[in-house]
């Protein structure tokens, strides 16, 4: 899952494999929709790529053309799906190195090391299309500022945010709870 190559050049300006079937996908399918609107507007449809790549996850290993799509894309908007957090795709655009805008969240604050908005990623309002649409253009403009931001999240991701961080504050909060008689 982890792009090796962060520092290559990225073809791609925008993109968003979101799913967006379903009635747990409604959010989902309203930030696709401003994206795609952002991405026409902009004249960037060239640039860009919204909807599925690939196949996604298979019964032994995840599709390598996603994780290609997502390793040549500078922008990834994901979203969580409507009424809960946390999703793979988080994590997957993370480890790309690309810039990552995603739905604010209230679980990343309760964890240990807690994502920061515009050193890690970038947090959007899913109601507020015009915010949306003035992040994704400031950071266009500003690719070098995207980029470290990209970065800064991959290597946080990589420092405090893998399986083996997960399983370590699990068991060490277990511990903490333990009373020895």
């Given at each position: 899952l982890v792009n090796k190559d962060i520092h290559k050049e990225r073809n791609t300006l925008i993109t968003s494999v979101l799913r967006t079937e379903g009635t747990h996908n409604k959010v989902r399918s309203r930030v696709v929709d401003w994206t795609k609107s952002f991405i026409e507007q902009h004249g960037l449809k060239n640039k860009s790529s919204l909807g599925d790549v690939g196949s996604g996850w298979s019964s032994s290993d995840f599709d390598h053309t996603y994780l290609s799509h997502l390793a040549d894309s500078k922008i990834i908007v994901t979203c969580n799906p409507w009424n809960w957090e946390g999703d793979f795709r988080l994590w997957e655009a993370l480890l790309s190195g690309a810039l990552v805008m995603v739905d604010k969240m209230a679980i990343p604050h309760w964890m240990p090391h807690p994502f920061v908005h515009k050193k890690h990623l970038i947090f959007y309002d899913t109601t507020n299309q015009s915010e949306f649409n003035s992040l994704l253009e400031y950071y266009i403009e500003h690719e070098d500022e995207a980029r470290r931001i990209g970065e800064a999240g991959y290597n946080f991701v990589?420092?405090?945010?893998?399986?083996?961080?997960?399983?370590?504050?699990?068991l060490d909060n277990i511990e903490s709870r333990i009373v020895l008689d």
């Open positions: 990589l420092e405090h945010h893998m399986s083996k961080d997960r399983v370590s504050y699990i």
